[in-house]
């Protein structure tokens, strides 16, 4: 089944699988009906987050897992556990919270389309302020995601019902 996507504002049909990706940088991508998550903003959207957020992070087994799925290297990266902490990191740290949000707060609010396997999310420039080791784990997660159900996440991280 083809989707309508609008490449500098042309319709055009193409078949979109779990991962999708789109090369070039002289075009505008629209997906319509996708959540979007447009890196681009996260400096932005990093300076606004509150203490609550990062309360809330800290209570979720499969937020806190999906950001360590990124950011592996325990010993250099550790998951902020206050607002201080949290402003304290550096970008890469500060876009991979922002990013697990934006995603897990898109599949929360549409958690039929994904429960269906039908749910689609736009990453713009999910590279952002990433070393490349953690674009490829990166990646890894965004496979994860695309493949299945939150009870198959939740088996493949090893954890209980979110």
């Known amino acids: 089944m083809k989707d309508k996507v609008f490449i500098d504002g042309k319709e055009e049909e193409v078949e ?3 991962i999708t990706l789109f090369y ?4 505008k991508l629209e997906v319509p009906q996708a959540v979007l998550v447009d890196m681009s903003m996260a400096t932005s959207i990093a300076n606004n987050i509150h203490e609550e957020d990062i309360r809330v992070a800290n209570s979720s087994p ?8 990124v950011l592996r290297e325990s010993d250099r990266y550790s998951f902020p556990k206050t607002l201080s902490e949290f402003r304290g990191e550096g970008s890469g740290v500060k876009c991979v919270f922002v990013m697990i949000m934006l995603i897990l707060n898109g599949i929360v609010q549409n958690i039929e389309l994904f429960k269906q396997g039908k749910l689609k999310i736009h990453v713009r420039h999910p590279e952002t302020c990433l070393h490349p080791r953690e674009q490829a784990n990166l990646g890894d997660l965004m496979i994860k995601l695309s493949l299945g ?5 939740q088996e493949e991280f090893g954890i ?3």
């Open 16 to 18: 979109l699988k779990p």
């Open 24 to 27: 070039g940088y002289n075009y």
């Open 62 to 69: 499969i937020f806190k897992s999906c950001f360590r799925s």
């Open 149 to 153: 159900h939150f009870q198959e996440i």
């Open 160 to 162: 209980g019902d979110y």
